[in-house]
């Protein structure tokens, strides 16, 4: 994640942090009951589905690039007790080394360039389990808040992206959203649950 994005979201992480504000947003309460197995959050922010996940009973490992995010989570997931393993990581280059039941990525991949987003949505879907679950979501055309990006480093993905990248996976969720924003402006999404063949 580029560093404009990286420091748009430790001032909104700062401003939860202090106020304890650690509700599931609607992407995260649609992905929770889907998941599965051992969980890897990518772009876990403040891991507020990492630790429903675990709550659940799932072992969950959650990566994110912001310590301030990733400080607060791994001290939350201690007081709690919960199996929720924390990383600071810069995802850009991340590369899956292993598999997982399930792999979140909410409101990550437009942070970067087309390129490593999508080089990024491909490393997700190798690093699925056979029979396990992929949750994306990401911003898409048509989305005119631009105030967390970069201006040389973002990718608003077509609408349909999403559904033809797991089209030969079985779709458990697919859903356009559109959200009011600042400035009359608007933040256009697309989410999509899918379950990895088990053979």
């Not at 430790?10 to 995260?28: G, T």
């Not at 994110?64 to 990733?70: K, R, S, T, Y």
């Not at 280059?93 to 437009?110: E, H, N, T, Y």
């Amino acid at each position: 994640m580029n560093a404009t994005s990286v420091e748009f979201f430790a001032r909104q992480f700062e401003r939860q942090i202090a106020a304890a504000d650690y509700a599931l947003n609607p992407f995260e309460t649609w992905t929770l009951p889907h998941l599965a197995g051992r969980v890897l959050e990518l772009g876990c922010g403040l891991g507020n589905l990492s630790l429903a996940a675990a709550r659940a009973g799932h072992e969950v490992d959650a990566l994110d690039a912001c310590g301030q995010a990733v400080a607060d989570l791994a001290r939350r997931a201690r007081a709690q007790g919960l199996p929720v393993r924390v990383r600071r990581s810069d995802l850009a280059s991340w590369r899956a080394d292993r598999c997982w039941d399930s792999v979140a990525a909410i409101g990550l991949l437009m942070f970067f360039d087309c390129a490593d987003a999508r080089r990024l949505l491909r490393e997700i879907r190798g690093a699925v389990a056979p029979g396990g679950i992929a949750a994306v979501n990401v911003l898409i055309e048509g989305t005119t808040y631009m105030q967390m990006f970069d201006p040389q480093r973002h990718c608003l993905f077509p609408p349909a992206e999403l559904r033809e990248t797991f089209a030969d996976w079985t779709i458990l969720l697919d859903r356009i959203d559109e959200f009011p924003a600042p400035g009359q402006s608007v933040k256009r999404f697309a989410t999509v649950i899918a379950r990895r063949p088990a053979s």
